[in-house]
């Protein structure tokens, strides 16, 4: 038991998990747009997300305590270093156009962790209000526009609207985290709760939920892919509805984040 315990925990902090939702929602954009498997650029996200998370969540504590690393962090690190050759790997087999594209979403990441501008104390990440969108940007870009571009596909009004929808989602997914570390951010952050409370929180999320849905409505029109976004939309209607500030210790990070990865399986399973 308590090495199944330690294994699932390396699964949560090594960004395993977190990288498995963001590969899902490629692979979503890939059914809603009849676009075939990408495995070099799906396992290049996928990796790259790994990295990049990574390196987001532990840099700082590495650079301040890296002589006495604990075990455990220590391989997070070899593990994440493996996973950067791994997105190298397949960036070399991308198309350069792809790259390119790529190239911003990185750039706000390396960003969101490290200060801009030499000399500055402040990154993306603690300039007020900024976190939830740079995370939605990143995310919605990455898992929309890059397989769109990659499967050579013109951008059109369905698929602004669709981009529009996964930067709302993903808004959204970060809210039960937002109403979590609400206790532990610094107030000059100005997260949704800080700023407007949970309760109020949880009702903006409902709202987004619902544009969502009207957009899914209005312009999806395979009507399997729209039954399923009903189970998607109500299970996370629910997890947000149950979002405390303590709450369980993987709420957030296991259940809320599957939710794209619950999705894909029943967009695979069914659609």
Partial sequence: ?????????????????V???VYALVRITEFYFNLPYNEELDYFIFYGTITGYNFVKYAGIAKLHHMSLTKNLRLIQLFSLLCFLLTLFYAFQLPQQILILFLPFSLLTLFYAVPIFKGLTKN?????????IIVALVWSGVTVLLPLIAGSLKINTAMVFYLVARFLFVMILILPFDIRDMQFDKKHLQTIPQLIG?????????????????????SVPNQNFKTIYILIFTFLLFLLQ?????????????WVEAVPVFWFLLLFMFA
């Fill in 1 to 17: 038991m308590k090495i199944l315990k330690s294994i699932f925990e390396f699964y949560i902090n090594s960004s395993i998990h």
């Fill in 19 to 21: 990288a498995l939702s």
């Fill in 124 to 132: 993306l990440r603690n300039i007020t209000s900024l976190k939830i």
């Fill in 198 to 218: 949970i309760k109020r929180t949880k009702k903006l999320g409902f709202v987004l939920l619902g544009i969502t849905m009207i957009i899914e409505f209005f």
């Fill in 242 to 254: 149950r979002s405390r500030s303590k709450q369980p210790k993987y709420y957030a990070s296991f």
